[in-house]
């Protein structure tokens, strides 16, 4: 197992396809950083394009389709001391009469206070007064090469992981996704230092980051759909719009994973997911929405 320290200095708007910057195996670990959505890097300046410039692909030796790829999160955290946000919540989340009324959308700034975790808004002065919040760092924008040669835009979601803008993709958990390209072509970017559900303003606070991942390969482990785990859940991700479809993907999902996994049958996992689900919105701002489904994994460990 090799730990590769990568400094980028390519970036790119599609996952797909493009020509690995790296080559690494099964237990190996990156060290990298990406840049903000508008891509500007840990000095403010401009570098790559946007949106949601992605640092990559890496190529996993021995990756093929229908392979699984695990990807664990070890270190996400803001490597610049300023973000920024939108003023104004998205006008798709809100009635279309009342989205009328919406003032434009401009942006805000805030100041990221890396030794003591947390973010504050500096500019423009609200009713919140000295607003302050706790860093949460999450990817929103991540994944493999999608299948047959197409190349996905970064402002979308699908099979491949893509712009989820899901907060429990964040230090700490291992997220799955189905290998579909040899290679996988892993891709890592938008980080975000604080984002509620849903990213319902159109951004989390958008800053650059540096980011250490691990990769592990499970070959011959199929999957349809993204999944994850944390040190409390398990999850899995539906992106699609219109947001009942995205529901579907990620509720078939854990479905399977129940199934195949855990060694339930129809009746027990229905059962499970009927009583005990939970579900949590990512992204439902840009062109395919992203629904995430929960369980428990106390509910699991007996079987």
């Given amino acids: 197992m090799t730990v590769h320290y990568f400094k980028p200095t390519l970036y790119h708007t599609t996952l797909g396809a493009h020509e690995p910057v790296l080559r690494i195996t099964d237990g190996d670990s ?42 664990t999160f070890d270190h996400l955290w803001p490597n610049r001391d300023y973000g920024y946000t939108s003023t104004v919540i998205a006008t798709n989340v809100v009635d279309p009469d009342f989205a009328r009324e919406l003032p434009p959308r401009e942006r805000a700034e805030w100041s990221i206070d890396r030794a003591r975790g947390i973010a504050r808004l500096i500019k423009p002065e609200t009713a919140l007064g000295a607003f302050t919040l706790p860093l ?40 799955y996704l189905p290998v579909a390209a040899p290679g996988a072509l892993v891709f890592v970017g938008d980080g975000h230092a604080v984002q509620g559900d849903g990213e319902m303003a159109g951004t989390g606070i958008e800053t650059s ?22 040190e409390t859940f398990i999850f899995t991700v539906g992106n699609a719009r219109p947001l ?47 629904m995430v489904c929960k369980l428990p994994k106390a509910l699991l460990v007996s079987r």
């Fill in 136 to 175: 949460d760092p999450m990817l929103g924008c991540f994944g493999v090469a999608p299948a047959n040669g197409e190349a996905i835009h970064t402002s979308t979601a699908g099979r491949h992981g893509g712009n989820m803008d899901y907060r429990g993709f964040r230090n700490g958990v291992t997220a």
């Fill in 30 to 71: 990156v060290v990298t950083t990406t840049l903000d959505a508008g891509g500007c890097d840990e000095r403010g300046e401009q570098v790559g394009p946007r949106p949601n410039p992605q640092t990559g692909p890496f190529y996993v030796e021995g990756a093929e389709p229908g392979d699984t790829l695990a990807i």
């Fill in 244 to 290: 009942d479809q995205a529901t579907q993907h990620a509720t078939t999902e854990m479905m399977r994973w129940l199934m195949s996994d855990y060694g339930m049958d129809w009746v027990s996992a229905s059962t499970l997911l009927g009583q005990c689900v939970r579900y949590e919105l990512g992204n439902m701002y840009d062109p395919a929405y992203t």
């Fill in 209 to 230: 980051f540096e980011v250490r991942f691990t990769v592990r390969l499970l070959k011959g482990r199929k999957i349809n759909w993204p999944r994850g785990e944390d």
